[in-house]
């Protein structure tokens, strides 16, 4: 069993990697069943690929063989979505304009409307054309996932239990905090929350009137519970975060992000948690580990079904049965939304 629990479970499990937006002239460097991935589709997916590199470093130099490695990857993962197309067609599997429009709009509304999500996009260098297309594709893989995955095999808690036991090391929980923050344009801004906080005003409803962060505003400042070292957040905050104790306000902390005002509610000690703590999770998360096995035999099945050409140069270093692994997200976590920097840390 993989140690896939050491990270957050997702909810969604994951959907397809990169927009696709065919070329006029472009050359081919694949072909499935006579459908062609050209050098655009490719040249696009790359694009993709950079923004997904923004959080682990710069993409390798174009030529160089680590390049050429990820290209390959890369192309791998088209083949399969063309695949994917072609088997959803099949079992009368669809997305409707419609559907591509409202999915968008939700995240118009999640991420603070349309002019940040254009910022979002722009930020990625993906088109709204591009998105909406990466949209689709995450609707159809949705539908077609359970759809190709019913025969796996259901969790008991039993076999929950002995993973459990066998793995504690992996539900050991660091040090956590519940904190919440306000964040303001300059540092005299700050200094006004905090005297405000000082005379006794509800920290939530300062949060709500002058916050800059549309993503914690309304909920009062609240991030939620996050971790005091290796939290996510930028380094400046998580450091002021880590100095405080519980109930504890902190005095102005400039960030990329403006100037916060950051209060620690609750630590929570690291250690065990119990099975009764994790049991709906993990249990959820190995019946997850089963789908993923049973799509990938499925697609290795399926694949076999399939003429696929590459252009010289293209080919898949080892032979690629399934791909072994899921077409991954484009986007955000869950829901398919653009990756950036939040408006708050």
Not at 164 to 170: D, E, G, I, R, V
Not at 215 to 221: P, V
């Amino acid at each position: 069993m993989k140690a896939w629990f050491a990270a957050a479970i997702p909810i969604a499990l994951l959907v397809l990697i990169v927009a696709l937006v065919a070329g006029c002239g472009a050359s081919m460097v694949a072909e499935v069943n006579g459908k062609e991935i050209t050098t655009a589709d490719l040249e696009s997916a790359m694009k993709e690929a950079q923004s997904s590199f923004q959080n682990l470093g710069e993409l390798p130099e174009k030529g160089t063989d680590e390049y050429r490695e990820i290209e390959k990857n890369v192309l791998e993962r088209l083949v399969i979505e063309e695949i994917l197309w072609f088997e959803a067609e099949k079992l009368g599997i669809t997305v409707s304009t419609e559907e591509v429009t409202e999915q968008v709009e939700r995240i118009n509304e999640q991420v603070g409307g349309r002019d940040q999500l254009d910022s979002l996009l722009a930020e990625q260098n993906m088109s709204l054309r591009e998105f909406q297309e990466q949209q689709r594709k995450s609707l159809l893989f949705q539908r077609l996932f359970p759809e190709v995955t019913r025969d796996a095999e259901p969790v008991t808690d039993e076999q929950a239990l002995e993973y459990y036991n066998q793995n504690q090391a992996l539900f050991t929980k660091p040090e956590t905090r519940k904190v919440r923050h306000i964040v303001v344009g300059d540092e005299a801004a700050a200094n006004q929350v905090i005297a405000r906080l000082n005379a006794g005003e509800d920290f939530a409803a300062v949060a709500a009137e002058v916050s800059t962060d549309p993503g914690s505003k309304d909920q009062g400042g609240d991030l939620g519970e996050v971790a005091t070292q290796n939290s996510g957040l930028v380094p400046e905050f998580e450091e002021a975060m880590g100095q405080l104790a519980a109930g504890q306000t902190s005095g102005p902390v400039q960030s990329s992000f403006g100037f916060h005002v950051i209060q620690v509610t609750e630590i929570i000690p690291a250690g065990l948690q119990s099975f009764e703590q994790v049991r709906e999770e993990l249990v959820q998360g190995l019946f997850m580990e089963n789908q993923r096995e049973s799509f990938d035999a499925w697609l290795a099945e399926v694949k076999g079904a399939y003429t696929i050409n590459y252009a010289p140069g293209y080919e898949p270093d080892t032979p690629q049965a399934g791909a072994g692994e899921q077409p991954e997200e484009a986007g955000a976590p869950g829901n398919g939304q653009p990756q950036a920097q939040p408006a708050a840390p």
